[in-house]
């Protein structure tokens, strides 16, 4: 956790990237580049307001992450329901995914009314918790009390991805608490890094 999260959860990097680095970052966006943000990362990225970046403004802050609703920090695996209608590069060909979070502040809240009507009219949302039959649900599949059970979001290119479970935790079968029972040949995590090399290596 950058800092130790003393004053919030990517409190004190987003302010020394903002005035240290803002060129450089608004820079690289603009060069259509990758960026993608994991727990602390996501953080980072809301506090900057490079998230959810409505009309192309990556410099303010529309939603947050905050504490859990269960007032301690969470340490478990999550499903996740992935939307089929965003234009997320990560998540490309991918429905589901069950990933390993573990955070203390995940739990997502916007501004206002208007910013999750946004949220949802464009498609940004494009992780949500849900329980193992698929539906959204409360605690403890929503580990944090997120508004609309929200893991995760992207910005209006699909290039900028912020997501609060871990990905990279999930990458080799022997991640899995399971995988001896259920012969997983293969992290789940995996396939979000293997659509950014292909968006690389077809785009850049």
Known sequence: ?????????????????????????????KKGKLIIGICNGFQVLVKLGILPGFNGNYDRQEVTLTFNDSGRFEDRWVCLKINQKSKCIWTRGIERLYLPARHGEGKFVSREEKIRERLISQNRIVAQYMDDKGNLAGYPWNPNGSELNIAGICDETGRIFGLMP??????????????TREKIQEGEGLKIFKNAINFVKNKL
């Open 1 to 29: 956790f950058s800092f130790g999260d003393d004053i919030g959860a990517g409190k004190v990097l987003a302010t020394k990237i903002k005035y240290n680095l803002a060129a450089e970052f608004s820079e690289f966006i």
């Open 166 to 179: 871990h990905p990279e935790a999930f990458l080799f079968p022997q991640n899995h608490p399971r995988w």
